[in-house]
């Protein structure tokens, strides 16, 4: 049966590590779907840039795409910037977009995985505050999603979940680690929502020197490998969110 190839479209960064965490996650989905021809491609920084991308795979013979925004919410970088990056490609391509990687279960999972690799046990929950530290957005829709994840963290047992952010919106991470100190919570561990290490990261590290527990960005957690060929399944199932006329 012929496959879409799946698109993978990642923020990008000057840090290296930005690059390297993406590439970790295309290999263990690749991994867990052999057969399936997954690539990577990024709006700024790193390369292939998408046109570029999109231009390649067209010159091969390409001719079905299910292009994935590596994101967590659908701020502007999904409403406009990969829309219209997706609008410059070869008239031959077939290209569906996918929905952004969150919400989702399988995110919240990787939460609690990192969370559980930092050193935390599901005893320490009843004593724990977790600060949900995403890299911000001036786009209300994004704010909402990341509260009500907030709260669906709250709900696994948590004695207490804030979210904050590392621009664009407040609380800063820092601010958050005072609040649930104040609020008299025992010990306090800092959730970076946040898919690659880069400079809003660390901003988010620095920010959670108070607290007592820092947990990894989700990086190429295997809930977030499953997430992506979940999204590209359902791109392919419905069709897809046409990307402008391509």
């Not at 698109?7 to 970790?24: E, F, N, Q, W, Y």
């Not at 929502?193 to 990086?219: K, N, T």
């Not at 979940?230 to 391509?246: F, K, N, Q, T």
């Amino acid at each position: 049966m012929h496959r879409p190839v799946l698109l993978v479209i990642a923020h990008g960064s000057r840090d290296p590590r930005h690059a390297a965490t993406v590439h970790a996650l295309v290999r263990r989905a690749r991994a867990l779907r052999p057969g399936l021809r997954v690539e990577t491609a990024y709006l700024d920084f790193n390369t292939p840039s998408v046109p570029e991308a999109l231009d390649r795979l067209a010159d091969e013979g390409i001719r079905d795409v299910v292009a994935l925004p590596l994101l967590l919410t659908r701020a502007f970088h999904a409403k406009a910037d990969i829309p219209a990056a997706l609008g410059r490609a070869p008239a031959r391509l077939n290209i569906r977009l996918a929905d952004v990687l969150g919400p989702s279960p399988l995110l919240l999972a990787a939460l609690e995985r990192r969370l559980s690799e930092a050193g935390l046990s599901p005893a320490d929950k009843c004593s724990t505050g977790v600060v949900l530290a995403s890299a911000g957005s001036t786009d209300p829709e994004a704010i909402a999603v990341i509260a009500e994840i907030a709260r669906e963290l709250r709900h696994t047992g948590w004695c207490a979940v804030r979210p904050a952010f590392a621009s664009a919106a407040l609380p800063r991470t820092e601010d958050a680690v005072r609040a649930l100190r104040a609020q008299g919570v025992r010990r306090v561990a800092v959730a970076p929502y946040v898919i690659a290490p880069g400079f809003l990261p660390d901003r988010i590290a620095r920010g959670a020197e108070g607290a007592d527990v820092l947990s990894e960005v989700l990086g190429a957690a295997p809930e977030l490998a499953t997430l992506l060929l979940h999204r590209y399944d359902e791109a392919r199932v419905r069709g897809g969110i046409p990307a402008l006329s391509v």
